[in-house]
C-alpha cells in the first residue's frame, strides 16, 4: 500500500524557516520524481516543487524561487522541503504527491497525480 505522510507543518512569523519531510512507503521511491504542492484557502492547489529520480532536475514555481530548496534522501525514501525567508502568502496546506514518472514534466497537473499525503499546514504570521 502506496502511503506518503507529511510532517514538519507548523506556524512562524514572516521571513523564518520551516523543513517539511515527505516519507513514503509501499513502493520504490528513487525510481520516481516527486512532487510538493500547496492549496492556500479559497485557492486551487498549485504545484510548488519537483525533484527528478537521481536529483537530476530540481524545478520551482517562480514565487518560490531563491527561497525553497526541494532534496531526497532515497536511502530514507523521505523527500524535503526548505523553505527559507517564508512570506505570509506561503501560507497553506502542503502536500506530497508523485506521478509515478522518473522526470519532473514541463507542465505540472494535480490530475496526473497518482498518490498524494495527507497534507501537513503552514502558516506564516505574525
Known amino acids: 500500500q502506496v502511503q506518503l505522510v507529511e510532517s514538519g507543518g507548523g506556524q512562524v512569523q514572516p521571513g523564518g524557516s520551516l523543513r517539511l519531510s515527505c516519507a513514503a512507503s509501499g513502493f520504490a521511491m528513487d525510481y520516481y520524481a516527486m512532487h510538493w504542492f500547496r492549496q492556500a484557502p479559497g485557492k486551487e492547489r498549485e504545484g510548488v516543487s519537483c525533484?527528478?529520480?537521481?536529483?537530476?532536475?530540481?524545478d520551482y514555481v517562480d514565487s518560490v524561487k531563491g527561497r525553497f530548496t526541494i532534496s531526497r534522501d532515497n536511502d530514507k525514501d523521505t523527500v524535503h522541503l526548505q523553505m527559507d525567508s517564508l512570506k505570509p502568502e506561503d501560507t497553506a496546506v502542503y502536500f506530497c504527491?508523485?506521478?509515478?514518472?522518473?522526470?519532473?514534466?514541463?507542465?505540472?497537473?494535480?490530475?496526473?497525480?497518482?498518490?498524494w499525503g495527507q497534507g501537513a499546514q503552514v502558516t506564516v504570521s505574525s
Open positions: 525533484i527528478s529520480t537521481s536529483d537530476l532536475t530540481r
Open positions: 504527491a508523485t506521478e509515478m514518472i522518473s522526470r519532473c514534466p514541463l507542465t505540472v497537473s494535480t490530475d496526473k497525480m497518482r498518490f
